[in-house]
C-alpha cells in the first residue's frame, strides 16, 4: 500500500505550514485581544479585522477554497485546489490545529458544506446568487437543520414545516446550534424542514435556501458551549415565522432533502474529523512540552510512568484515527460514499471521541492552566466534545455501524428486526 500523499497535496502542506507559522500562531493572542475589544465595546458580534487582513494575503497566496473538490468546481465554474477527499484530508489536519484557522483560506464550516450543496444541487440562479460571494469569501452562510423541540438524531423528527403557498414557499419553525446564523455577514440559511407529513418518512423532507434578510426570521440568542460563545461566528437559535420565499428556492425539488443531506454530510465528516486530528496533534505537543517543562515531587513530569502511558496512548491512538479517516477518505473518491458508509461512521464516531481523550490527557499535565483561557485546550475540548452530536451522535452511528457488520452474518435478504 503506498501511503503517500500527491506531490500536488505535499506541496500544499509545505504552504500552509509556513502560513500557519507565519501568520496563524503568532496572531493566537491577537485574535482574543480583538474579540475581548469589542465584547467591551458592546461589538462582540463583529468580524475581526484580523481575519480579513490574514484572508488577504491567503488569497494572495494561493491558498484559498482549498475544499473545493473537483466535481463541486466542475459544477460551480469556480476552480480552487481541486482536490480530492484524499488529497484535501492532510490540510484540513493543518487548518485545525487552530480552531479559527479555516476561515481564513475559506475552507471553514458551515460554508464549505453549504457551498458543495449549492454547487451540486442548486439551480443556476441560485449559484449566481450565492455560490459566488460565497466562494470570493464575500458573504458567510448557515445551515439549519436541528430543533430544540425533538430529537433531532432522528433527523425525520424534524418539524419545521416548508409549506406551498403559491409561488412561494412558507416556512414555519424553530431551530438551533445553526452555526453561524449570529455573524452580521450571514446572508443565506440553508433550511431543512418537511413539505409533506403523509410521505413516506424518508421524502418527507426538504431543503430550501433561504435568504437571512426574508422577513420572519429572528436570530433569538446565541446557544453557548460550556460557556463558549464562539464569537463572532456562534451557534444560533433561530425562529422562522411565515418566511416566505420563492418556489425556485427548493433544491432538487420536494422531498429530496435526506438525499441532499447525505451527499452534504460525507465530506464534512472528512473534514471535522481531520480538523480534530489536527487539534489532538496539537495537544499531544503542548502535552510534551509542557511535561518536559514542570517538575513534580523531584522529578519531571515526563518522568512520570502515567505521563509517559498516556504520551504513549495518544501517539497510538492519533495515528490510527489518522489512518482511518484517510482511509475512509480514499473509499469515496474510489467506490464512493455510498460503499464508504461504514468507513465514514466509523471515523465520525473515532476522531472526536480521540480527541476528547487527548485533549484531557494535556490539560492533566497543565493542572489549572489546562482549563483556563491561557492555553487554547478547554477551548478546542469544548469544540471536541460539542462534535460527538453534531453531523449525528456517536449512538446513531455506532448502531449504523453494528447493523452492517451484523447484516454479513445474516441470510440474503434477511434484515435485523428493529
Not at 435556501?209 to 464562539?230: K, L, M, N, S
Not at 446513531?396 to 445474516?410: N, S, T
Amino acid at each position: 500500500m503506498d501511503f503517500a500523499y500527491s506531490a500536488k497535496t505535499q506541496d500544499l502542506q509545505q504552504r500552509l505550514l509556513r502560513f500557519m507559522d507565519a501568520h496563524i500562531y503568532p496572531n493566537e493572542a491577537e485574535f482574543q485581544r480583538e474579540l475581548a475589544a469589542n465584547t467591551a465595546a458592546g461589538q462582540r458580534w463583529t468580524p475581526l479585522k484580523l481575519l480579513a487582513r490574514l484572508k488577504d494575503e491567503a488569497q494572495a497566496q494561493g491558498l484559498w477554497n482549498l475544499f473545493l473538490p473537483v466535481d463541486t468546481a466542475e459544477a460551480s465554474g469556480y476552480h480552487g485546489a481541486g482536490l480530492t477527499n484524499a488529497e484535501y484530508a492532510p490540510l484540513a489536519e493543518i487548518m485545525g490545529r487552530v480552531f479559527w484557522a479555516s476561515e481564513v483560506f475559506n475552507c471553514s464550516a458551515p460554508d464549505t458544506g453549504n457551498m458543495e450543496t449549492i454547487a451540486r444541487y442548486g439551480s443556476e440562479a441560485i449559484k449566481a446568487r450565492w455560490l459566488k460571494p460565497l466562494l470570493e469569501g464575500e458573504i458567510r452562510s448557515a445551515f439549519a437543520m436541528t430543533e430544540p423541540e425533538v430529537a433531532s438524531s432522528d433527523a425525520t423528527n424534524i418539524c419545521t414545516r416548508i409549506e406551498r403557498d403559491g409561488d412561494h414557499y412558507v416556512i414555519n419553525g424553530r431551530k438551533w446550534w445553526t452555526s453561524g446564523a449570529n455573524d452580521p455577514r450571514c446572508k443565506v440559511f440553508i433550511t431543512m424542514g418537511k413539505t409533506d407529513p403523509d410521505a413516506p418518512k424518508h421524502v418527507q423532507q426538504s431543503m430550501i435556501v433561504v435568504p437571512a434578510d426574508t422577513p420572519g426570521i429572528t436570530i433569538v440568542r446565541p446557544v453557548q458551549v460550556f460557556g463558549y460563545d464562539d464569537a463572532p461566528h456562534g451557534h444560533g437559535e433561530v425562529l422562522f415565522e411565515n418566511v416566505r420565499v420563492p418556489v425556485e428556492n427548493i433544491l432538487l425539488g420536494e422531498g429530496r432533502g435526506f438525499e441532499i443531506a447525505q451527499g452534504r454530510l460525507g465530506p464534512g465528516r472528512i473534514h471535522h474529523c481531520m480538523r480534530l486530528i489536527g487539534q489532538a496533534e496539537r495537544a499531544l505537543e503542548l502535552m510534551c512540552q509542557r511535561a518536559l517543562s514542570r517538575t513534580a515531587f523531584g522529578k519531571l513530569l515526563a518522568q512520570q510512568g502515567v505521563t509517559q502511558e498516556r504520551i504513549a496512548n495518544a501517539r497510538c491512538q492519533i495515528d490510527m484515527a489518522r489512518l482511518l479517516t484517510l482511509k475512509a477518505a480514499w473509499m469515496m473518491d474510489t467506490v464512493g460514499n455510498k460503499v464508504a458508509k461504514t468507513e465514514i461512521a466509523m471515523i465520525k464516531v473515532v476522531a472526536p471521541n480521540l480527541a476528547c481523550q487527548v485533549i484531557d490527557w494535556a490539560m492533566q499535565v497543565y493542572g489549572g492552566a489546562g482549563v483556563s483561557e491561557d492555553t487554547p485546550l478547554a477551548f478546542a475540548y469544548a469544540n471536541a466534545r460539542t462534535l460527538r452530536f453534531a453531523d449525528g451522535p456517536d449512538e446513531v452511528h455506532r448502531a449504523a455501524i453494528a447493523k452492517w457488520e451484523l447484516a454479513k452474518w445474516l441470510p440474503p435478504k434477511e434484515r435485523l428486526p428493529r
